[in-house]
């Protein structure tokens, strides 16, 4: 009995432990499809199918919404919605989330740039809170072109109670990323853009199969015409332009995201802008414009006045290197036309005017009266000193300033390669030799754009510079060279012209 119940007690111990652990297996695969299932779903959600095609040179991508299926037991909230980190540049991710919606920005650490993106965040938080869906979610993508220009591109989606995107919008912002400063449509467009904007915008539209069948509708035609208006939404990466639009402006079906790209080499002409976001000079629309050297881009500031100090007959051994140490020492730039002896004589000096930002003019091999030579005298009289200059430090001539400032038709003709540089304020320090009358001279006729005449041969030049120098920076001029005063001021210097 006793053994029999025994047999059958131990039996039904082994059965009893094959179903405790066939249970327990169970229940891991069990956690193991949740947890599998679960990630899944996360990552559906927050991935838009995109689909991508090229034509030609233009680069255009549909990006159609995700439409999220959550497990029926899970009800979708604005708690669901993540950032997609792939398009942060590097920037930390905030959020601002109340019941209804989450809005996420980035911290960029440029105080400018974050206060207007602090005030967006509170601009999307009342544009949401319009919205008539249950759910609304604001992210970004940032992106930097050439390390100097800032884009911030903000999606701003409205959610049903399923997680499906019924409503979608864009909303972009462009930043100098030295300073801070915001680059709006007209700093940046050129008219003849729109025009092609509009162009390649319907290429794109007509050839994608999802929109193809409404781009006859009167209101596609409009919203793709060539005003600005309808291109108000860009930003700039690496290869050059994307535009942005949303389905309902265009086709009045909520929903859907477009962006069209274009790149650098195809949209340039059209841009006022360098790529890195530097206002570019004027377009040379005068075949003999000179190239303009800018030896410090950047660190103008074009709402402050300028003045060029230029210094004639140089170099000298003794005094020039003294004016190189005040304008080294105070960051301030001159111009120096230099004549043949000194020159030849002192290539390091003009190595180190252009070491330290300065443009060297020429001044004649033989500060000749240029008004009273033979046509190829003249010609090359000056040219074989650009050569001795170029030679030395390396930089191109492009402007001559004729000695006594004597010119004729026949001078602006042969030098035609060179901008003739007169002056508008003269110190007369030749004459005076007296450093307090110079110094006297410069501050009493110094005005924003001034061309200002010195000679820095002289002993007393160089004291009088000494002086002269922190005056006017204390004033707030800034010192620059012939060059930067022009490309500065949007202005062009022309072969065989006179200036100053
Ligand atoms: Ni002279």
């Known amino acids: 009995m006793i053994i029999g119940n025994r047999k059958k007690w131990v039996k039904y111990k082994k059965t009893r432990n094959r179903i405790i652990i066939i249970s327990v297996l169970l229940l891991v695969i069990a956690v193991i499809i949740a947890v599998l299932a679960a990630v ?16 030609g040179e233009t680069t255009t991508e549909a990006v159609t919404q995700a439409t999220t299926q959550p497990a029926a037991e899970e009800k979708f ?20 989330a109340e019941k209804g919606y989450k809005i996420f920005y980035p911290v960029t650490g440029s105080e400018h740039i974050d206060s207007r993106i602090m005030k967006d965040v509170a601009y999307f938080k009342s544009l949401v809170s319009q919205l008539n869906t ?13 390390k100097l220009l800032l884009s911030l591109v903000y999606e701003i989606q409205g959610y049903n109670d399923k997680g499906d995107v019924v409503s979608a919008d864009y909303f972009t912002r462009v930043f100098k990323l030295n300073g801070g400063e915001e680059l709006g449509q007209n700093d940046i467009f ?4 729109f025009e092609h ?17 409404w781009t006859e509708q009167e209101n596609y035609l409009n919203a793709t015409s060539a005003s600005p208006a309808n291109y108000d939404r860009f930003a700039f990466d690496d290869s050059g332009c994307i535009l942005y639009f949303d389905s309902k402006t265009i086709f009045e079906k909520p929903g859907t995201l477009y962006s069209v790209a274009f790149s650098y080499d195809e949209i340039y002409d059209m841009l006022k802008i360098e790529k890195d976001g530097s ?9 003999n414009n000179l190239p303009l050297y800018i030896p410090k881009q950047g660190d103008i500031d074009l709402a402050k006045p300028m003045v060029a100090l230029t210094y004639d007959d140089g170099p000298s051994s003794i005094h020039t290197p003294e004016i190189l140490d005040v304008l080294e020492k105070h960051n301030a730039r001159a111009t120096f036309f230099v004549t043949g002896t000194n020159a030849k004589n002192n290539p390091d000096i003009l190595k180190r005017q252009v070491n330290s930002g300065c443009q060297i003019g020429n001044h004649t091999m033989w500060h000749s009266n240029l008004t009273k030579q033979s046509e190829s005298d003249m010609l090359k009289d000056v040219n074989d000193l650009s050569a001795i200059i170029e030679n030395a430090a390396g930089a ?9 400032g004597a ?40 005005s924003d754009g001034a061309i200002i005449l010195l000679h820095d041969i002289h002993k007393e030049t160089a004291q009088a510079t000494k002086e002269f120098v922190p005056k006017l920076i204390e004033k707030g001029y800034q010192l620059v060279t012939i060059d930067e005063l022009y490309y500065y001021r949007d202005k062009t210097l022309a072969g065989g012209n006179v200036y100053g």
């Open 279 to 287: 206002k570019k000079h004027p377009k040379n629309d005068n075949k």
């Open 190 to 193: 050129k008219d003849n853009f």
């Open 396 to 404: 191109k001539v492009t402007l001559v300033r004729p000695p006594y």
């Open 197 to 213: 904007a509009s162009k390649k915008s319907r290429e794109f539209f007509s050839k994608n199969d999802s929109t193809k069948q």
């Open 134 to 146: 249950p759910y609304q979610g604001v992210d970004y993508s940032a992106f930097i072109s050439n």
């Open 407 to 446: 010119f004729d038709d026949t001078v602006k003709r042969v030098l035609n390669q060179y901008a003739l540089m007169l002056w508008n304020v003269d110190t007369m320090d030749w004459s005076s030799r007296d450093k307090n009358a110079i110094v006297k001279e410069v501050m009493e006729n110094t």
């Open 40 to 55: 899944i779903h996360s990552f559906g959600a927050n991935t838009p199918s995109n689909s991508t095609e090229t034509t």
């Open 77 to 96: 909230s604005e708690k669901k919605l993540a950032h997609n980190n792939n398009n942060s540049a590097g920037y930390e991710t905030k959020e601002k």
